[in-house]
T-cell receptor, first 114, second 109 residues
C-alpha cells in the first residue's frame, strides 16, 4: 500500500527561528500534496495544496510568507514555518495523492515553539 | 471549503454497546471518506463511499452514504476498547478533502 513518511515527528524550536518539515511518498509518485494543521481535539484544517513543480495554493487566512511550501519533486514536499512564534505550535500533517492512490497521510509533526 | 457537520462531538460507551456517528452536509460530494486517528498520529483511512445509498461493512463497522451523497453514518456494533479514537469524516470535491470536526469515541472496558 501507499506510504507517506513525515519528518521530524516532533520538534521544539525557539521563537523567531524557522523549522522545516518534510513529507515523502515512499512507493508512489505524489502529483499533489496537502498540508494540514490540527489543534488538540480538533479536526484537520487544510492549509495549502501543492502540485509538483508549481506554486502552492493556500487556503484563505493562511499566510503564504509564513508557511513556505516547496514541492520540487514527485516524492517530496516541504513545509517551512518561518520566524516561528508560540501561536504556531500545533500538529502539522501532510497528505499525498497520485495515480491510483487516494489520500495517504503522514504520521504528523508536533511543533512546539518556546 | 464545504462544511461537514459531524455529531456527536464526544461519545463514551461501555464495551459491547453499539454506537453511531453522523456526518452531514448541505453540499454534494464526489466521495466521502471515514478516517480514524490515534493521538499523535496521522489519520488512517477506514473506508471510501462513492455511490449514493451505498453501504459498506468492515468487520463490526458499517458505513452508509446517503442517497443524495450529502450525508453519511458510521455504525459500530459491539464496540471494544480498541475502537477508541477520533473518527473523522471527509468529503472530497475538486480533488481535495474537507474534514468534519471529528467525534472522539471512548469505549470503556
Amino acid at each position: 500500500g501507499a506510504v507517506v513518511s513525515q519528518h521530524p515527528s516532533w520538534v521544539i524550536c525557539k521563537s523567531g527561528t524557522s523549522v522545516k518539515i518534510e513529507c515523502r511518498s515512499l512507493d508512489f509518485q505524489a502529483t499533489t500534496m496537502f498540508w494540514y494543521r490540527q489543534f488538540p481535539k480538533q479536526s484537520l484544517m487544510l492549509m495549502a495544496t501543492s502540485n509538483e513543480g508549481s506554486k502552492a495554493t493556500y487556503e484563505q487566512g493562511v499566510e503564504k510568507d509564513k508557511f513556505l511550501i516547496n514541492h520540487a519533486s514527485l516524492t517530496l514536499s516541504t513545509l517551512t514555518v518561518t520566524s516561528a512564534h508560540p501561536e504556531d505550535s500545533s500538529f502539522y500533517i501532510c497528505s499525498a495523492s497520485g495515480g491510483t492512490y487516494g489520500y495517504t497521510f503522514g504520521s504528523g509533526t508536533r511543533l512546539t515553539v518556546v | 471549503t464545504q462544511l461537514l457537520e459531524q455529531s456527536p462531538q464526544f461519545l463514551s460507551i461501555q464495551e459491547g454497546e453499539n454506537l453511531t456517528v453522523y456526518c452531514n452536509s448541505s453540499s454534494v460530494f464526489s466521495s466521502l471518506q471515514w478516517y480514524r486517528q490515534e493521538p499523535g498520529e496521522g489519520p488512517v483511512l477506514l473506508v471510501t463511499v462513492v455511490t449514493g445509498g451505498e453501504v459498506k461493512k468492515l468487520k463490526r463497522l458499517t458505513f452508509q452514504f446517503g442517497d443524495a451523497r450529502k450525508d453519511s453514518s458510521l455504525h459500530i456494533t459491539a464496540a471494544q476498547p480498541g475502537d477508541t479514537g477520533l473518527y473523522l469524516c471527509a468529503g472530497e470535491e475538486d480533488y481535495k478533502l474537507s474534514f468534519g470536526a471529528g467525534t472522539t469515541v471512548t469505549v470503556r472496558a
